[in-house]
């Protein structure tokens, strides 16, 4: 039998795990360009300015998102400090509160047992899991928004007086509490946020054929609450600064869906792909939870359409977005996880069969993971033998010179979770099919634990340590740092950057050839080095896994 645990001890379980897996180590290794280290030199930018309404970059407007986010992590470099952990620490809270989150609802849909595995599920998927580890806005926007469609899936049943459910709060009360969530949203992200909601609404309103489960007055009242809550921040931002922000805010948002941004452009199936391996184990499961798995009761079969077509609304949406970057899919892990842990629960009360193609699933993208992670080591203690993939990218192949000590034990990683596939399936095989899918899922968890300590600094070393080590060189140093070749906020958040008293320090051809007030240091990429090395103003003062580094001397040091 699953074990049934008393309420709160639930809760309790999952905070434990949630502080276990999402908090330790999350300062472990440098931010990533180019959000993380995006988003925290926003927040280190408003308390060095003391300006917590605008939204800046380089002491310079920042249209492309609102603030919320920035104001928790403002608190949390308040108290902590500012450095990785206080950047990342308010996504381990929002991944606790999740878990909160999913075991209230799951347990109001179905039952205790429910709630356990769906948070169970969601704690021991790859990417859900990982992006709480992040200092990226995703996760807290995802929770909004996730949120506030259960208060308006809430108020709909309310209002056409579903007798199966019950609840003691009023139905005004859930559609006040969506506006606010849908709002929050916003505040997080901007109105992408509310453009998936009334996409969400409207599938579901043709699904229903055009029968109105929410009145055109109620769903004013709910964009108006969503509206209020937004101007909280938009309104005084605006009557302080002219509508110049409001513009161009505008004007990124569009740009975003319609043009590939900064390079991210991809496939049609790309997100269809990130999906299916990036929330392994969840995904093997999930794709049977489309297929003819109806619950008992009429409001968790609505409940099952309305998370059926959020995934879809998410996954075309972004498929037709031209900017394809991994975490824009990730407000599908929210029902990819509930129709998974629906399938999992039919297979737990033997409603379902565990067939061959859930053990393949299993199987063929856990062993991808495996061995990714056995082979890893060997390619970085023998790194020659794949830098003939790099021959026509220079870039690449000094990255691949980074100095990265490689132990062999690495591996252990990959080695678990063969072993834990294994035990899985084994359990599976003898009919113990709960304390095999706990293994699998809580075994995942452990594996992303593990081997996050035993990669990711790693892998930093070849991407991005050579150019933030050298911003820290230069964090007490009164001197303008750019960059060529390639786009990054290292510059900024690394050498704790101050806010610059001459505006022609934006400009990049007074910084390279006219006399300079203060040392200009210059970071390119080694595809520049011949361009570089021909500009008489600058010297080369070094270079490493890619980067290059040039000095200008101010106008009273003309000598090197």
Not at 62 to 70: A, D, G, R, S
Not at 101 to 121: E, P, S
Request: glycine share 6%.
């Amino acid at each position: 039998m699953f074990l049934h645990f008393r309420s709160v001890s639930v809760y309790i379980l999952f905070i434990a795990l949630g502080s276990v897996f999402f908090i330790p180590f999350l300062g472990g290794v440098h931010l990533f360009d180019w959000d993380e280290i995006n988003f925290a030199e926003i927040s280190r930018e408003m308390i060095v300015t003391n300006d917590y309404f605008r939204v800046q970059v380089n002491f310079q407007p920042f249209w492309e998102k609102p603030p919320l986010f920035f104001w928790l992590q403002v608190i949390s470099m308040k108290i902590f400090g500012i450095n990785e952990f206080a950047a990342r620490f308010p996504n381990a809270i929002t991944g606790i509160i999740s878990l909160m989150v999913i075991i209230r609802v799951g347990t109001r849909l179905f039952n205790q047992k429910f709630g356990f595995i769906w948070a169970m599920v969601y704690l021991g998927s790859i990417l859900p899991h990982l992006y709480f580890k992040s200092g990226i806005i995703d996760p807290l926007f995802n929770l909004f928004i996730f949120s506030g469609l259960y208060q308006i899936i809430l108020f709909s049943w309310k209002k056409e007086d579903c007798k199966e459910f019950t609840s003691s709060t009023s139905k005004y009360l859930n559609l006040i509490a969506g506006g606010i969530f849908i709002g929050l949203a916003i505040l997080t992200k901007g109105p992408v946020a509310y453009l998936i909601v009334l996409l969400v609404m409207t599938v579901y309103w043709i699904w229903k054929r055009f029968r109105f489960y929410i009145s055109i007055p109620n769903f004013i009242v709910l964009t108006l609450i969503a509206i209020i809550v937004t101007f909280a921040w938009l309104g005084p931002e605006t009557l302080k600064n002219g509508p110049w922000l409001l513009k161009e805010f505008t004007k990124y948002q569009f740009r975003l869906l319609s043009t590939p941004d900064a390079g991210h452009a991809g496939f049609p199936g790309y997100h269809f792909l990130v999906l299916l391996l990036g929330c392994f184990p969840a995904s093997v499961f999930a794709i049977r939870g489309f297929y003819k798995i109806k619950p008992e009761k009429d409001f968790q079969r609505d409940f099952r359409s309305w998370m059926i077509i959020l995934f879809w609304v998410v996954l075309i949406l972004f498929s037709i977005v031209q900017s394809k970057i991994v975490h824009y899919s990730s407000l599908a892990y929210f029902p990819l996880t509930f129709l998974a842990a629906i399938t999992i629960n039919r297979l737990i009360e033997g409603k379902l069969k565990f067939n061959r193609w859930l053990k393949f699933g299993i199987i063929s993208i856990g062993l991808l993971y495996s061995l990714i992670a056995i082979i890893m080591p060997f390619l970085g203690r023998n790194i020659g033998v794949i830098k003939p993939l790099f021959k026509n990218d220079v870039f690449a192949l000094a990255n691949l010179e980074a100095d990265v000590n490689w132990t062999g034990w690495e591996s252990t990683a990959g080695f678990l979770l063969i072993a834990i596939i294994f035990i899985c399936l084994l359990l599976i095989n003898k009919e113990k099919i709960e304390t095999g899918l706990k293994t699998l899922f809580f075994g995942t968890a452990a594996f992303l634990f593990i081997g996050l300590i035993l990669f990711i600094g790693k892998i930093e070393m070849y991407s991005q340590n050579a150019n933030i080590e050298f911003c820290k060189s230069l964090e007490s140093k009164d001197c303008y740092v750019i960059t060529s070749g390639f786009k990054s906020y290292a510059q900024y958040f690394y050498t704790k950057k101050k806010h610059p008293e001459n505006k022609k320090s934006y400009e990049i051809g007074w910084l390279t050839w006219e006399d300079v007030d203060k040392e200009v240091y210059i970071i390119a990429k080694i595809d520049l080095i011949d361009y570089w090395r021909s500009v008489y103003t600058v010297k080369e003062i070094g270079g490493k896994n890619g980067f290059m580094f040039y000095k200008r001397c101010s106008e009273n040091h003309h000598t090197f």
